[in-house]
């Protein structure tokens, strides 16, 4: 039979993370086991939410959790383990420190193993707090981008849905405005249908455009309560406007966000750029696996990627399906089109 290895108690958690455990060296018989006794909130983590932190760890190490009471008994192989030990003791580090755990904190805490760096930077960087809850990076890819946001002028964000790029931008601009680092906070986004025409709209023009921009509004709410956007609106200091109308305008100490900008055209990014002024900031996302712009028409986003990538204060980071913070079926469905393009793409065309 496989060693089963001794529990750890819930003193040595907050130790060097079970790199001491012990290891069989039988190649016969059941594998490798060790129960972990976890602290009464980690465990209540473990039992709630319909078992999601288990299976998010079962799917990304491949090990076997099974729960009882405080007892989390894991399985596996030797590596198999030993790396869900240290994710576990990782995690229970966080819930001491007041953190929320959930199974989008096992991809950061798994990525900052990986890469030997602190899982507290992550988690301790705080951008905003609204209503007790806290908005911080929650992957590597979101932490190297709120760095490049906080130390460059302009900061482009290149990845797939949900992986944070407008919503921590957000954030950030939010603070800044907070802490009066900038003056307004100006957010556009190209109005381009998304492969169906809305046909002609009632009202004006600011209600013709709502449905383009009800995504930004959205966020806004999440991070501020409504009757404090509204003013922030009425006074100027929160603009959210299509980018058609920004052309002519010089936005200085601004903190400018350019969403969906995969649907600018090379011309319309030009314009939207050189709009910076003096004390401003500006941070662009997109998608570039969704374009809506007519066929054969270039996207904006994809060609200023080999105009400016050697400007300095001009950073480009690059997010994958890796980073993806929604629902954990949306990262499915991200890896799965990302998969099926891939297969396409290396198909040879038939000739007629």
């Known amino acids: 039979m496989s060693e089963i290895v001794r529990p750890i108690d819930a003193s040595e958690q907050t130790g060097s993370g079970g790199e001491g455990a012990a290891a069989t060296e ?4 059941p594998p490798p086991e060790q129960t972990i006794v976890l602290g009464s909130h980690l465990a209540a983590e473990f039992a709630s939410m319909d078992g ?19 007892n989390l008994t894991v399985s596996g192989s030797e590596d198999e383990v030993a790396r869900t030990v240290r994710v576990v003791d990782e995690l229970s580090r966080l819930v001491a420190a007041g953190h929320d755990v959930g199974p989008n904190s096992i991809n950061a805490v798994v990525g900052a193993l990986d890469a030997s760096t602190d899982v507290n930077e992550l988690f301790d960087d705080v951008i905003w707090r609204h209503r007790g809850r806290t908005i911080t990076p929650v992957t590597l890819n979101q932490k190297r981008y709120v760095d490049a946001i906080r130390t460059s002028t302009a900061t482009f964000a290149i990845g797939p849905a949900g992986t944070g790029k407008t919503y921590l931008a957000m954030a950030l601009a939010v603070a800044a405005l907070q802490d009066r680092e900038v003056n307004r906070i100006i957010l556009t986004r190209p109005a381009v249908e998304a492969g169906e025409s809305l046909g002609f709209l009632p009202g004006d023009i600011m209600a013709k455009v709502d449905p383009y921009l009800r995504p930004l509004f959205d966020a806004l709410y999440d991070m501020m309560d409504a009757d404090r956007v509204h003013v922030a609106l009425e006074r100027g200091q929160i603009e959210v406007a299509p980018l058609a109308f920004m052309r002519g305008r010089t936005l200085n100490d601004s903190y400018v966000i350019l969403d969906e900008a995969q649907n600018t055209s090379p011309e319309q990014m030009h314009m939207f750029l050189t709009r910076l002024g003096f004390g401003s900031k500006m941070v662009i996302t997109g998608d570039v696996t969704q374009i809506d712009l007519p066929r054969g028409q270039a996207s904006g986003l994809v060609r200023v990627q080999s105009i400016l990538s050697d400007i300095d204060s001009i950073r480009f ?8 913070v929604r629902h954990r079926l949306v990262q499915r469905i991200v890896e799965a089109y990302r998969r099926s393009a891939e297969r396409e793409e290396d198909t040879p065309t038939r000739k007629a």
């Not at 039988?26 to 018989?29: I, K, L, N, Q, R």
């Not at 999601?52 to 009471?69: A, D, F, N, P, Y």
């Open 317 to 324: 980071v690059d997010l994958s399906d890796g980073d993806v």
């Open 52 to 70: 999601e932190l288990i299976r998010g760890l079962r799917e990304r190490l491949g090990s076997t959790l099974h729960l009882r009471g405080t």
């Open 26 to 29: 039988e190649s016969a018989g």
